[in-house]
C-alpha cells in the first residue's frame, strides 16, 4: 500500500479481502469483492500483492473477468534499463534492479533488492524474495519461487512452478515443479 499511496496520492485506496471485510487496516478500508465491485468510482483498478501464486492467478483472472485493470506497484527506487517488457500487475519493492532485453509476464513480485540481469525471460505469478539475484539469460517458468538471497548462475532454466530455497545457489536447470536448496542447489529430498 505505500508504494501505491505514492504512485496515486489522489486515489481513494483500499484493500479487498474476503475474508476481512468490513474493516481497516493500516488507515485504508477493508471491502470485500462485492463491495469495491459496488464502489461508485470513475475507474477501478486493482494491485494484486497476495503471495501465495496460485491465489494470485485466482484473483487476476476474476479481474479480467470484471474488466478491471491490474496496475503496477513500483518503487521510487527501482532501477529499469532499456528494452524491459513487463505483464500487467507487477509489484516492484524498492531498490529493485532490471537490466536489459528482459521479459516478465503478468503479477511479478519483486521484494526488495532483487535483481534480474540481461535477456532473461520470467513467466506469469513468478516471485522474488528479497535479494534474489537473477543473472543473464535465465527463463523462468509461470509460477516459479525464487528464495530471499538465492543466486541463480547465468543460463539457467528454472521449470514452471520451481522453488529456489533460501540462499540456494542454483548451477544446473531446475525441472518444473522441483525444490532445490544449498550451494550448489540440489533437490530436497523430504523424509
Known sequence: MPLLRAQYPEANLVFIDD???PGRVNGHEILDWAGFLGLDATKKSVSVTIAASAIRQTVAERCEAASVPLIEARAASVVQMDDVTIGPGACLSPFVTLTSNIRIGRCFHANLYSY?????????FVTFAPGAKVNGNITIGDHAYIGAGAVI????????????GMGAVVTRDVPPGATVVGNPAKPLIKD
Open 153 to 164: 548462475r547465468q543460463g539457467i532454466s528454472i521449470g514452471a512452478g520451481a522453488t529456489v
Open 19 to 21: 475474508g476481512r471485510a
Open 116 to 124: 534480474v540481469e540481461h535477456d532473461c525471460v520470467i513467466g506469469d
